[in-house]
């Protein structure tokens, strides 16, 4: 799920019955691992298994750094890097302009997840090659695909209605529309799965209640001082958190006014029913 764009306090559907998620980001100009965190929390408030795809890997100056650097965020949760346009017609692969090694093909790097009875679902931005790893899985064309703008690799929506596909492998495979944005929608606890390091400091806090800012003691402040915590990890984190409660208010509010508005009326409904039995004149 996610919240509908905008002001409006809704979730949206994104998939359902799912049991794995490809989270998949594209390795050109767009690339962003603050943007893999946030998709990373979405999936584990699911309760599906994400897994990380790097696609475009025939485009990274340096995919070795990259998947290391996805790597620090996924904590845990595969990363799959691919090129979903590395099988060609005459049974050759791409190679890594870094290493000049053999990109692997989508369908050989993902078919462990994708199996008799699973179904996964893809998510990401728009541009990240979504429905052209869709038509890779699927070996052949079944999805319309889209360049990206040259500027800042972003990509135009070219899926724009989720599209259940059967494989050959027995899996089912939902190929979503791309993102321009997204707006969680779950709670805080979420967070301790997309960063566990930190809950596991903030455990050694000497406050129960420590905000991890200025209190004596903190060992989340220790772990930022002695570079054993990314401060870049820690803004995420508190940037998310934000977000989160923030949410969870306003989801309050929109609680008491239903509840308010229901118990109107149910009062209206009972001064009439009254009136019903007291009969005319009264």
Request: charged residues 25%; neutral net charge; proline residues 4%.
């Amino acid at each position: 799920m996610r919240k509908v764009p905008g002001m409006t306090t809704e979730e949206q559907i994104v998939a359902a019955n799912v049991d794995t998620v490809f989270l998949v980001s594209g390795l050109d100009g767009d690339f962003n691992p603050r943007r893999i965190e946030r998709y990373l929390t979405a999936a584990w408030e699911s309760g599906a298994s994400p897994v990380i795809v790097l696609n475009k890997a025939d485009l990274a100056d340096d995919l070795e750094a990259r998947v290391e650097e996805t790597n620090a965020v996924g904590m845990g949760v595969p990363v799959i890097p691919v090129s979903a346009l590395a099988s060609r017609e005459d049974g050759s692969t791409s190679a890594s302009p870094a290493s000049g090694e053999a990109l692997p093909q989508a369908r050989e790097a993902l078919a462990p997840w994708l199996t008799l009875g699973r179904t996964v679902a893809l998510l990401g931005s728009s541009g990240v090659g979504k429905s052209t790893l869709a038509n890779a899985l699927a070996g052949e064309v079944l999805q319309e695909t889209g360049a990206v703008r040259e500027g800042d690799s972003r990509g135009r929506h070219t899926t724009t209605r989720r599209q259940l596909l059967a494989l050959s492998s027995g899996a089912l495979l939902i190929d979503t529309p791309g993102m321009r944005e997204l707006q969680l929608w779950g709670e805080e606890a979420t967070l301790d799965q997309t960063f566990p390091e930190i809950l596991a400091f903030a455990a050694e806090c000497r406050f129960r209640d420590c905000t991890h800012e200025s209190e004596p003691g903190c060992a989340i402040q220790n772990a930022l001082e002695t570079g054993r915590l990314e401060a870049s990890r820690f803004a995420a984190w508190k940037k998310l958190q934000r977000e989160l409660a923030h949410l969870e208010r306003r989801r309050d509010v929109r609680a008491l006014l239903e509840e308010r508005a229901k118990w109107k009326q149910r009062s209206k409904v009972g001064r009439i029913n009254m009136r019903l039995k007291q009969g005319p004149g009264r």
